[in-house]
């Protein structure tokens, strides 16, 4: 399967700053990645959707202006979060997906960057 | 996209089929079945997907039956790395949003 890399892993951060979170796709082009946060115990829920050179699209609900995307290349696009306080805290998700033909419009996930604000 | 109901959690032992069941009884024509895992802290895995036919790959197996209003993950032999959260989902091809219900805690026991 494709692989996509996600950078950091885990942050901890102080309460005001703000965290930048890369999503690569390693071996293919992604036309559209996005971005999922998941709660414990709770399943992924998506934030927003990315098309390489476009303003992302945000899910209803989620700041654009404290969740900033940026897909600047086919293979990278990177999540910072603005001003983070501890109720941000979360566990951060990329997807990338390589294209609309049938057999290769799969999504594939980065293994996560737990964020802990303090 | 059509909702999926999954049982909350399902036990199987080490070395049986585990057979996860799915119920989508109001998905359409042009709407797919996917299936993912996420194993605890890491990111969802891709398993399979298939539209009306049955479905097999080096992970798993897909059953969809023939109204297509619900289907079932096979993993054939399952060990103990396969213990995750399974995630049925429907949507449709092309359609931006992969959106993750509940899923099914599956616990492989020794």
């Known amino acids: 399967g494709a692989v996509v890399s996600q950078h950091p892993s885990w942050v901890i951060c102080k309460s005001g700053t703000s965290v930048k979170i890369e999503c690569r796709s390693l071996d293919f082009q992604a036309t559209t990645m996005f971005w999922y946060r998941q709660f414990p115990k709770q399943s992924l829920m998506l934030m927003a959707t990315?098309?390489?050179?476009?303003?992302?699209?945000?899910e209803q609900g989620v700041e654009k202006d404290k969740f900033l995307i940026n897909h600047a290349s086919l293979t990278l696009s990177t999540l910072t979060v603005t001003s983070a306080h501890p109720e941000d805290s979360s566990f951060y998700i990329c997807?990338?997906?390589?294209?609309?033909?049938?057999?290769?419009?799969?999504?594939?996930f980065g293994a996560g960057t737990r964020l802990s604000v303090l | 996209d059509a909702k999926t109901t999954q049982p909350t959690s399902m036990d199987c032992a080490e070395g049986r089929a585990a057979n996860l069941p799915c119920n989508h009884s109001?998905?359409?024509?042009?709407?797919?079945v996917y299936w993912y895992r996420q194993i605890h802290s890491q990111g969802p895995q891709y398993i399979i997907h298939g539209l009306k036919n049955n479905e097999t790959n080096e992970m798993a197996s897909l059953i969809i039956t023939e109204d297509r209003k619900s289907s079932t993950l096979i993993l054939p032999h399952a060990t103990l790395r396969d213990t995750a959260v399974y995630y049925c989902i429907a949507f449709i091809q092309g359609a931006q949003k992969l959106v993750f219900g509940q899923g099914t805690r599956l616990t492989i026991n020794p």
């Open positions: 997807s990338a997906r390589r294209g609309l033909a049938v057999a290769k419009n799969i999504q594939y």
């Open positions: 990315s098309n390489e050179g476009s303003k992302a699209t945000y």
């Open positions: 109001t998905i359409s024509g042009n709407e797919y």
